[in-house]
């Protein structure tokens, strides 16, 4: 089944500065990548995803990039604010797998002032 | 529309009782989910139903775990007998085909077995 590999598990940057989160899938077929938000306590919501037909996909201050090739993505955060601060995480959906969606195992990201 | 609703949305039980998660999707969804997330763990997914029938029970933990819809609106997980390990925070969601994949999550059941 697919695997998915999110790096780094904890993240701290300064107000301001841009946040980059990493993952790798297995499965060459997954063909849709979602990036969920988790505030503590709270639900996991999306925030941002791409399918397999675009490498990249900008909303304001975060987008996400595919390197199908390499079966990488990430998200970017730019100028980074305190309500940014969450756990983020990806995750990958195989062609033909229903909508069953496989997570990677979660980024702590704290933005400081 | 409200959202995946769930319930109860805490719970504390002793070791051994029964405990009955329930889920209600948003109307339209014909895909259902429950993912358990733990520290450990992270998100894990249990089991996933499409038009109200199973289709991968892989995650179930043990036989302990079983997951029922027996609608379209409905859905439970059930967990007899139950241990301090299953000490853990139960999410069900929902997604619709043709809605391009998006999973929306309710707000989870936070269990803890003591």
């Known amino acids: 089944g697919e695997n998915v590999e999110q790096h780094p598990s904890t993240l701290s940057v300064q107000e301001g500065d841009s946040a980059v989160i990493k993952c790798t899938y297995s499965d060459s077929a997954s063909n849709y990548f979602p990036w969920y938000k988790q505030e503590l306590g709270k639900r ?13 996909k900008k909303d304001q201050r975060i987008a996400v990039t595919l390197n199908k090739t390499a079966k990488h993505f990430s998200l970017h955060i730019t100028e980074t604010q305190p309500e940014d601060s969450a756990v983020y995480f990806c995750a990958a959906k195989i062609t033909g797998g229903g909508n069953k969606l496989t997570f990677g195992t979660g980024t702590q990201l704290k933005v400081e002032l | 529309d409200a959202g995946v609703i769930q319930s109860p949305r805490h719970e504390v ?3 051994g009782q029964e405990v009955t998660l329930r889920c209600k999707p948003i109307s339209g969804h014909d895909y259902l989910f429950w993912y358990r997330q733990t520290m450990m763990r992270g998100l894990e997914l249990l089991i996933y139903f499409n038009n109200n029938v199973p289709i ?7 036989d302990r775990f079983s ?12 967990i007899q ?3 301090p390990r299953d000490s853990a925070v139960y999410f069900c969601a929902s997604s619709y085909q043709g809605s391009g994949n998006t999973i929306y999550f309710g707000e989870g059941s936070w269990l803890t077995v003591v």
């Open chain 2, 67 to 78: 997951a029922k819809m027996p609608n379209a609106s409905f859905s439970t997980l059930k």
């Open chain 1, 44 to 56: 996991p919501q999306l925030i941002i995803d791409i399918r397999s037909n675009v490498g990249e």
């Open chain 2, 81 to 83: 007998p139950s241990e």
């Open chain 2, 13 to 15: 039980t002793e070791m």
């Open chain 2, 56 to 62: 991968d029970d892989s995650g179930m933990p043990e």
